[in-house]
C-alpha cells in the first residue's frame, strides 16, 4: 500500500486534497504546521478532519519569527494594518513557505518510508504565487530526486497536486463527490466560532458554494 | 553589496564557511538552527562565532521531535545506543536537514533580500549523504529559480559551497589564512568543556589539523 503524507492546513483545499489522498488509496498521515498563525481556530479544523478519518496526525511547530508577513504575529497590530491600508488584500505571502513545509514533509517522508507529499496548492486562487505552479513541483521533485537517499535508492517523493488546476467550485464538488468533510473546514481569516462572512478568504470559499451549488455548512456572523 | 545568509552549526567546516563568505565580500547574516540536539556547546560555538564577527546571527528552532535520528533527543539514550552497537558510527543521518535548513535560509533570504546561501557541506566527509552533492545543490537552485518570488523577478537565490570538495586539512588551511576563528569552533560529538578526543568527529578534526600541520587550539580531556 503506497503511504502519502498529506500537508492539512485545516482549510478547504487542504481537506480535499486529503480526501484525494485516500481516495487514491495511500496509507495517509496528516502534517499540521504552527507558525504562529493568528488563531488556533484552524488547527482546530485540521485536528477535526484528521480525527474523521481516523489518521496519524503530526503537527510541527516552526518558529517563523524571523520571517516578515502579516500571517504570523500579533492579530491585534494585523487588524490595525488592515484599517490602515484601508481594506486592501493583506500581504499574506510568507517567504518560501511551500518551500519550507515540502522540505519538512520530505523529511518526514524519509523518517516514515512514505512515497509522496500531497499538497493542496492552487494555481487559479493563488496565480502570483510562484511556489503554487506547476514548474516548481517539477523542480522540487528533481531536487528531492538528488537530495535524499529515497531518491538516491532509486524510489524519489513524489510531489501530488490533485487541485491544482481546479477552481474553487471544482474543488468543492470533487470533496463533496469524495464525502471529504467540509463542514469541518476554516477558511476565515479572522478566528471565533463562526466566520466573519466578509474577508476576502471568506468571500471566496461563499462564491465556491454558491457556483458549485452545495450549501457551505459553516456558520457566518 | 551583496548579502548572504551563511548556514552555521558553530563547527569547523561552517565556521570556515562563514569566513570565506565575508572573505567574498559579502553583508553576511549567520543562521543557526536549534533542533533538539544532544548538547549545547556547538550552538556557544555558533554564538560566539557570529559575535567574534560582530554579525546578526538568526537562531531558528525546529521541532524535529517527528524526525528519528540519533543526533536528536535524549544523550542518555544515545550513549547507551553506542554501547550497544559497539562504538559503530551512530547514525547521524537526519532525513531531508541540509534541505530543510535551505528552505529556511531562503525564507530567510527573501524576508532580508539576501542573495546567497552559503552552506559548509562537504562531499569529502559526507560522501555517502545525497544532500552533500553538487547536483543536489545545483537542482536546488532550479528549485529556488521556479519557487520564490527572487526567482520570479529573475534574481534567484544562489547556494554557495565553499569547501565542497575540500579535505579536513585544506579546509583547515583555509580558515587559517582568512582568519576564521577556529579556537571558537566545536566538533565533538559531548558536549563539556573540553572535548573528548576520541570520537568520530574529534578524530577527524585532530588528523585534519595534524594534516594540515596547525595546533588545534581546542582543549581536549
Redesign the interface.
Given at each position: 500500500m503506497p503511504k502519502a503524507v498529506v500537508l492539512l492546513s485545516g482549510g478547504l483545499d487542504s481537506t480535499v486534497t486529503l480526501a484525494h489522498s485516500l481516495n487514491d488509496g495511500n496509507e495517509t498521515v496528516a502534517l499540521t504546521f504552527e507558525y504562529g498563525q493568528r488563531h488556533s481556530r484552524e488547527l482546530d479544523s485540521a485536528k477535526a478532519a484528521a480525527e474523521y478519518y481516523n489518521l496519524k496526525h503530526?503537527i510541527?511547530?516552526?518558529?517563523?519569527s524571523?520571517?516578515?508577513s502579516s500571517l504570523i504575529g500579533d492579530s491585534n497590530n494585523i487588524e490595525k494594518d488592515r484599517k490602515n491600508i484601508g481594506n486592501d488584500i493583506p500581504d499574506t505571502?510568507?517567504?518560501?513557505?511551500?518551500?519550507?513545509m515540502?522540505?519538512?514533509a520530505?523529511?518526514?517522508?524519509?523518517?516514515i518510508d512514505a512515497d509522496m507529499i500531497y499538497i493542496g496548492a492552487n494555481t487559479v486562487d493563488y496565480s502570483g504565487y510562484?511556489?503554487c505552479?506547476k514548474?516548481?513541483f517539477?523542480?522540487?521533485e528533481?531536487?528531492?530526486?538528488?537530495?535524499?537517499?529515497a531518491?538516491?535508492e532509486g524510489h524519489p517523493i513524489r510531489i501530488v497536486t490533485p487541485i491544482l488546476n481546479l477552481s474553487k467550485a471544482e474543488i468543492i464538488r470533487s470533496g463533496k463527490t469524495l464525502g471529504a468533510p467540509l463542514h469541518l473546514t476554516w477558511s476565515c481569516y479572522s478566528g471565533g466560532k463562526k466566520a466573519c462572512g466578509h474577508c476576502d478568504s471568506c468571500l471566496i470559499r461563499s462564491k465556491g458554494f454558491e457556483d458549485a451549488g452545495y450549501e457551505d455548512e459553516v456558520e457566518y456572523r
Open positions: 503530526i510541527v511547530n516552526m518558529d517563523m524571523s520571517f516578515r505571502y510568507v517567504p518560501a513557505r511551500n518551500i519550507i515540502m522540505s519538512i520530505a523529511g518526514i517522508c524519509e523518517s510562484p511556489d505552479r514548474e516548481f517539477t523542480a522540487f528533481e531536487m528531492l530526486s538528488k537530495g535524499t537517499k531518491g538516491a
